[in-house]
């Protein structure tokens, strides 16, 4: 190499050093991003001005641990519900975007747990380990993904599994007036499913911290809680929590549905939830409609209901069943939302304060209820049995409000009525003790053949008590065969009277003697 050319990389060099030293020596460039500032702060929203670049339902971040979601997107402001408490928000705080949208922990880690709708942990078990998160918000399934509902969802209630009966990716509605023992139906059904293969999420909106704390420690004392996660909102939390906490559910259930998993959620209950929707939208000044309600009510619900199906074989073949509660108000099941909820689910459950006030629990209304998809997976069993029992039954009803006007019955009719206190009698039954197949099965069986004609009706719990450890204890392998969906032969049901026969005339009994 020539001197010249020497020369000349030399400079080179030296010009390479001085622009690399430059290029250390400059500041960081800053880094852009969108800050709006707090304009108005209320109960559960906050209005902020700026954020020019913000999404519908995008999660945006205050100072400190606040959460929000931006729900009006106003040309002059943005309208952001608060996801956290708001005492110590003030305007002229900064609030930036976080790109992302809400979205919610899933997985098994979650089963036994109780978590906020955001995800995080409020039962002192340290924090959840789940490495997957889906968002709050998500399409329902296509049409064309949807299978239909062929198996059932055994509530372990006789009322509902020979009455009116559940499968597994249905929606039924669970109504009635207050304290009746709605929450009680769809506890129930979680409790049954303690040792299946159904994993189950309760919601609980807009509850008192001491009623869910009662229903915890029920799910952990009948060993229903391994199998059940807990989302709660309660009454003292944040508006907009109580509105995302049934969407949060749903995306967990469908956690389970989309890996090829049967899960059931249940709402506890739509109409709190409604009711924050109503004072968030009333807030943010949107117009208001029938009962105050916002216009787009119905929609809330149904896009959140839709997404409870049972889906294909070939898109995993996982159902998803939600078991909606919304309260009624004087027995008016014409209210606003109650049809609302009635209109976009597939049957709905009723509960009546009269049957409620004469202590016939679970108080099911057979008459309103009624189940538009569950009697295609009834267990063929059942259809076997009580096949014609609601029906009966329902004149049984209408029948013995007749004969309270004293008017002197014929033979048959005095008869009906008798059959009709005995089965209403085998339909009570108490909480949180769900009824195996078999036994229910058995029950029905021995009540429709007029086993229970002569027991005094003060002694059909007994003798109910006695057929179903009878069943349980010499025709264990009947049930396997009742559970594959095989219907009763003639001989099984032969060995079902048989044994409830034997069963009702044990010495001791006094059964067959009371209307001697």
């Keep these: 190499m020539s001197s010249v050319e020497e020369d000349l990389q030399a400079v080179a060099d030296q010009a390479l050093s001085a622009f690399a030293r430059i290029v250390a020596d400059r500041p960081p460039r800053p880094e852009v991003r969108d800050v709006g500032t707090v304009t108005q702060v209320g109960r559960g929203v906050a209005l902020v001005d700026g954020l020019p670049s913000v999404r519908s339902e995008e999660l945006v971040h205050f100072g400190g641990d606040v959460l929000g979601l931006a729900f009006n997107l106003d040309p002059e402001k943005v309208g952001v519900v608060l996801l956290d408490e708001s005492e110590d928000l003030e305007a002229g705080g900064d609030v930036r975007r976080t790109g992302r949208v809400l979205d919610v922990p899933v997985g098994e880690d979650l089963l036994g747990r109780v978590v906020d709708p955001v995800g995080r942990p409020l039962d002192g078990h340290g924090p959840l380990r789940a490495s997957e998160r889906l968002p709050v918000e998500r399409d329902a399934p296509p049409i064309v993904h949807r299978a239909p ?21 249905q929606r039924e509605l669970i109504l009635g007036d207050r304290q009746i023992g709605k929450s009680a139906i769809a506890i129930d059904t979680i409790v049954n499913q303690r040792r299946g293969d159904v994993a189950c999420v309760y919601c609980s909106i807009g509850q008192q911290a001491a009623a869910v704390s009662k229903v915890i420690a029920g799910f952990r004392a009948h060993g229903a809680l391994e199998n059940c996660a807990v989302v709660v909102a309660g009454d003292d939390d944040a508006p907009g929590l109580r509105f995302v906490a049934p969407y949060a559910a749903m995306s967990i259930g469908e956690y389970f549905r989309d890996q090829g998993h049967d899960a059931l959620v249940v709402f506890d209950d739509l109409t709190r939830h409604a009711r924050a929707y109503r004072e968030l939208s009333l807030l943010l000044r949107r117009p208001p409609g ?76 057979v008459g309103k209820s009624v189940s538009r998809v569950g009697g295609k997976t009834q267990l063929p069993a059942y259809r076997n049995v009580a096949g014609d029992l609601r029906l009966s039954y329902s004149q049984f009803e209408e029948l013995e409000a007749f004969s309270r006007f004293g008017t002197r019955l014929d033979e048959q009719t005095r008869k009906s009525l008798e059959r009709g206190r005995r089965v209403r009698q085998v339909l009570k039954q108490p909480e949180r003790s769900p009824v195996p197949v078999l036994e229910q099965i058995a029950v029905l069986v021995a009540v429709n053949e007029g086993l229970l004609d002569t027991v005094a009706v003060s002694d059909v719990a007994q003798a109910e008590t006695k057929i179903r450890k009878a069943v349980a204890d010499k025709l264990a392998e009947l049930g396997e065969k009742i559970s594959n969906r095989q219907d009763l032969s003639d001989e099984d049901r032969k060995r079902l009277i048989s044994v409830a026969g034997e069963a009702i005339g044990e010495p001791g009994d006094g059964g067959n003697d009371a209307d001697a």
Excluded at 154 to 164: F, H, S, Y
Excluded at 299 to 322: F, N, P, Q, V
Aim: aromatic content about 6%.
């Design 290 to 365: 029938r009962e105050a309600y916002p216009g787009d009510i119905f929609y809330i619900h149904a896009r959140l209901l839709e997404r409870a199906t049972h889906l294909r074989d070939e898109h995993g073949g996982g159902s998803l069943t939600a078991l909606p509660i919304i309260e009624t108000q004087a027995q008016n099941l014409s209210a606003y939302i109650p049809t609302n909820l009635i209109s976009i689910t597939d049957g709905q459950i009723y509960l009546s304060p009269g049957l409620f006030r004469k202590g016939l629990m679970p108080a099911v209304d």
């Design 149 to 169: 509902v062929t198996v059932p969802l055994q509530t372990g209630l006789k009322v509902v599994d020979a009455l009116i009966p559940i499968g597994r990716g």
